[in-house]
Each structure stands twice: as structure tokens, then as C-alpha cells.
């Protein structure tokens, strides 16, 4: 079992930046990719970022290139997600995940966190 815990959000202006922090604790030899998703208020879980188990590879959604970036330290079991020039759009609860498969859809994921509260006033 993997238990994921994330911190670091937060009410912010827009053109400010947050780090996102997801700690795993547990079987986290099982936890190779990890992945962000959002879920705004009314909107489904839409993918963010991923990145792959030794951290050389990344993944993000279009609206998110240039301004967000994920990476890893395993050696802490911890993966970050720097959110730079944030918008009213990126407002929403940030979960991240992980499992055996680099994915950009929820289900492949098997373990979660409980989420995170992002709030970007314009």
C-alpha cells in the first residue's frame, strides 16, 4: 500500500507562482510514475503533468507548457510541481498519483492523495 500526501497550496494573485509537494510513504518502490491532475469547481479531473520513475522524462498538458514543471527526489520520495505566472484557471483541487503506468487519464493511477486547494484570484 502507498499512501500520498500533498501539501503546498494555497490563495495567490495571478502572475504568482506555488510549489506543490506530494510525499509517499509505504510500497513506494510501486509508485514508478507519478502524475498531477486538477479538478476545477463543475469540471471533471483533467490531467496536469507527469513524470517517469527515474525523472528524465515529463509530461504536461497544453494549457500548463512553459509555466508549470514537475520533478522528482527520490531519495525523499517526493515529487514537486512548480506552478509559475498562475492564472484564474488553474484554481481548483490538485491531487497527484501514482502507479505503473505514465498515463494521462485518472484511471490508470492507482494510488492518490487527498488533494490540495489551489485558489488563483484575478
Known amino acids: 500500500q502507498v499512501q500520498l500526501v500533498e501539501s503546498g497550496g494555497g490563495l495567490v494573485q495571478a502572475g504568482d507562482s506555488l510549489r506543490l509537494s506530494c510525499v509517499a510513504s509505504?510500497?513506494?518502490?510501486?509508485?514508478?510514475?507519478v502524475a498531477w491532475f486538477r479538478r476545477a469547481p463543475g469540471k471533471e479531473r483533467e490531467f496536469v503533468a507527469a513524470v517517469t520513475s527515474n525523472g528524465g522524462t515529463t509530461y504536461y498538458t497544453d494549457s500548463v507548457k512553459g509555466r508549470f514543471a514537475i520533478s522528482r527526489d527520490n531519495a525523499k520520495n517526493t515529487v514537486y510541481l512548480q506552478m509559475n505566472s498562475l492564472k484564474p484557471e488553474d484554481t481548483g483541487v490538485y491531487y497527484c498519483?501514482?502507479?505503473?503506468?505514465?498515463?494521462?487519464?485518472?484511471?490508470?493511477?492507482?494510488?492518490w492523495g487527498p488533494g490540495t486547494q489551489v485558489t488563483v484570484s484575478s
Open positions: 498519483a501514482a502507479g505503473s503506468i505514465t498515463a494521462t487519464v485518472p484511471f490508470r493511477y492507482t494510488y
Open positions: 509505504g510500497r513506494t518502490d510501486s509508485t514508478g510514475r
